[in-house]
């Protein structure tokens, strides 16, 4: 039995592929996507993937994802693929790099930490020191970051 094509192809935008799966909805709010006003998207979760076994993929149409937008992704979906979509076929892939520094990209969650007193002016650095299994610090207070949190702190 053939596999029934689930969502339809766009003519322009951006497709973000092999997103773990159940993190679509992360990456969703990472990026900014606005459900109510923003552009249509299309959403599959949980679908068969024989590179990952099970992955979710997420389609934003008339928008092209920007480097910077790419680093936040790198944070949940390091692994994801990301092609930009122009006239209905794919006119250039992206790549993901996560890269052992991250400056504002998003905010230290730790309450008391200096960053998020508004009159030190500093950047917002994340240190990765460990890709597999992910692991972020703050390089001002040293706090590991909780992911969840960290998609909701996005600069």
């Not at 094509?5 to 992360?26: E, F, M, W, Y």
């Not at 076929?89 to 200096?114: D, M, P, Q, T, Y």
Request: proline share 5%; hydrophobic share 40%.
């Amino acid at each position: 039995m053939s596999e029934m094509r689930r969502v339809t192809a766009i003519c322009n935008g951006t497709v973000v592929d092999h997103i773990p799966s159940g993190k679509a909805l992360q990456v969703m709010q990472m990026l900014g996507v606005n459900v109510g006003r923003s552009n249509p998207i299309s959403l599959v979760m949980n679908v068969p993937s024989g590179k990952v076994g099970r992955k979710d993929v997420l389609k934003i149409e008339d928008r092209e994802l920007t480097q910077s937008e790419l680093d936040r992704l790198a944070l949940i979906a390091p692994n994801a693929s990301v092609a930009i979509i122009r006239n209905y076929s794919v006119a250039e892939k992206r790549e993901i790099e996560l890269g052992k520094e991250l400056v504002n990209i998003a905010r230290c969650s730790f309450w008391n930490c200096i960053t998020q007193n508004d009159r030190e002016p500093l950047p917002h650095k994340l240190r990765v020191v460990s890709s597999e299994p992910l692991e972020v610090r703050c390089a001002y207070c040293g706090r590991a970051q909780d992911m969840e949190e960290l998609a909701g702190s996005v600069i």
